[in-house]
């Protein structure tokens, strides 16, 4: 590299590790800073789990399929790379919740399960009387403590009652984190349900109090539709135009960075190939186990060796629409762990994303794999598949085999944020100012699943970045 120019490495071409890229390069550029860039992945194409199928006319996710479209992040990035013409925002459906072979819809007014309206809490078949009295208890109860940490289930538990928890709330809060919601931690994933206790100490008033603000997004402007966003061409579209905008030269596929060792005054990153590259600062924006191995030398991240990961599938099973004769009027379901089901969660993706599946043409997408109950994941396809439509046919009238059918598993993909998560991942980079500066940390493993938190991840990498090499242009807001 030229002598006066710093160079950046970016380990992991995830979305986090795309979007660290994306505006590192625009600064370069836009500013003419004396830095250049390398990203590398150890697979043979960029996005992580962010992978599009096209086939037979239906466009099916492996991975996620969506985002929420209050989180503006994703939606600024979309309009830099030209992609803002292809969101599609997905209609208001019915969601259901099955407790005990019985799919109920999920009571109206409620926000994650958090009821927000008297009359349809009081009316649902999802919990008993003495539920529905233990969770008025809500009204009377003092907030938590303030600043402490501590599980969902015993916050959520506490204000409502198990009954509430374990048939509306753990069904939909397990569906984003697959963990166990007594284990995931409070301040790590959901801290503004604390926020609202304390500030209205009630979580009920307080959920339907904030709840106008929140319906004001600019971003939803349209009552009829519903709260979430994703690209008529597939999420792997997306990818595809962020890496048509980088440098093809900065891209390095294939290769596996297996250690990473500091120097005087820089880092050496060691490939599987047996080269290297020097970097005047890291962006590492790959999972914890693997951010662990490449930097083994250094007894801080022995830390992440204790951070547990869930290992989950999602399979898309496509029929023709004649195959379904009591087809369900919603969009999804959710599944208490109090029934019977391999499943833990479903989409009818013919209602949810129609401009996905072929006229004529049915698409059903459910999900497996959950904190206890991983070995499910590890299965055949074969033996998955006929789990999955055994599951399926408890609910729904199913008369024919499918189309055809797509498992993609996710091996340890879904990092639990347990309790102290926070405070260990502040010790952890307080650690790294000091022993290893230049060092910054992106991706799910850390400050949120998402993706649009992983991009927001890589945004304030790129923020840290230009802050240690004193590149900082004058204009402060330029990196959102």
């Not at 939803?220 to 595809?240: A, M, P, R």
């Amino acid at each position: 590299m030229v002598e006066d120019k710093k160079r950046v490495v970016i380990v992991g071409g995830g979305i986090a590790g795309l979007t660290s890229a994306f505006y590192l390069q625009k600064m370069i550029l836009d500013y003419h800073l004396p830095i250049e860039i390398q990203l590398i992945e150890s697979s043979h194409r960029l996005g992580g789990k962010l992978q599009t199928v096209r086939r037979d006319g239906f466009t099916i996710e492996r991975g996620p399929d969506s985002f929420l479209a209050e989180k503006s992040s994703l939606i600024r990035l979309a309009k830099e790379v030209g992609m803002d013409d292809q969101l599609v925002q997905n209609p208001i459906g019915k969601l259901f919740v099955i407790v005990n072979d019985t799919l109920h819809a999920m009571p109206g007014g409620s926000i994650m399960g958090i009821p927000t309206e008297i009359g349809p809490f009081i009316t649902t078949g999802l919990f008993s009387i003495p539920g529905k009295l233990r969770a008025a208890a809500d009204f009377i109860l003092p907030k938590s403590e303030r600043g402490k940490d501590q599980s969902l289930g015993q916050f959520f538990r506490r204000r409502l009652g198990d009954e509430v928890v374990e048939n509306l709330i753990e069904p939909l809060l397990s569906e984003i984190y697959a963990g166990d919601i007594d284990q995931l931690s409070l301040m790590a994933t959901f801290p503004q349900f604390y926020e609202v206790e304390q500030k209205y100490r009630s979580l009920i008033l307080g959920m339907k109090r904030a709840t106008p603000a929140q319906s004001k997004q600019k971003d939803i402007k349209d009552n009829k539709k519903g709260g979430f966003l994703t690209f008529k061409t597939g999420l792997q579209s997306f990818v595809e135009a962020i890496e048509a905008k980088l440098d093809p030269q900065c891209i390095l596929k294939g290769h596996r960075v297996d250690k990473i060792m500091k120097l005087t005054d820089d880092y050496e990153v060691f490939l599987n190939n047996g080269e290297s590259v020097k970097a005047n600062a890291i962006i590492a924006a790959t999972p914890h186990q693997i951010t662990q191995l490449m930097f083994a030398d250094y007894r801080m991240f022995d830390l992440f060796k204790t951070f547990p990961s869930v290992s989950v599938a999602t399979i898309a099973i496509a029929f023709p629409q004649e195959a379904i004769k009591n087809d369900i009027n919603g969009t999804g379901f959710v599944v208490s762990r109090n029934s019977d089901y391999s499943i833990t969660a479903g989409t009818w993706t013919h209602k949810k994303w129609e401009h996905t599946v072929p006229e004529g043409k049915v698409l059903l997408r459910c999900y497996i794999g959950r904190s206890g109950d991983e070995t499910i994941v590890d299965l055949s396809d074969d033996q998955i598949i006929n789990i999955v439509l055994d599951d399926l046919k408890k609910t729904m009238t199913i008369t024919r085999n499918p189309d055809f059918s797509i498992v993609s598993r996710w091996k340890d993909s879904m990092p639990q944020y347990t309790v102290g998560h926070k405070l260990r991942l502040a010790t952890i980079k307080e650690q790294l100012k000091k022993e290893l500066p230049g060092v910054f940390l992106a991706g799910a493993s850390y400050g949120g699943v998402g993706v649009p938190d992983c991009i927001d991840q890589g945004e304030e990498a790129v923020r840290n970045v230009l802050d240690f090499l004193k590149s900082n242009p004058v204009n402060p807001e330029a990196v959102q």
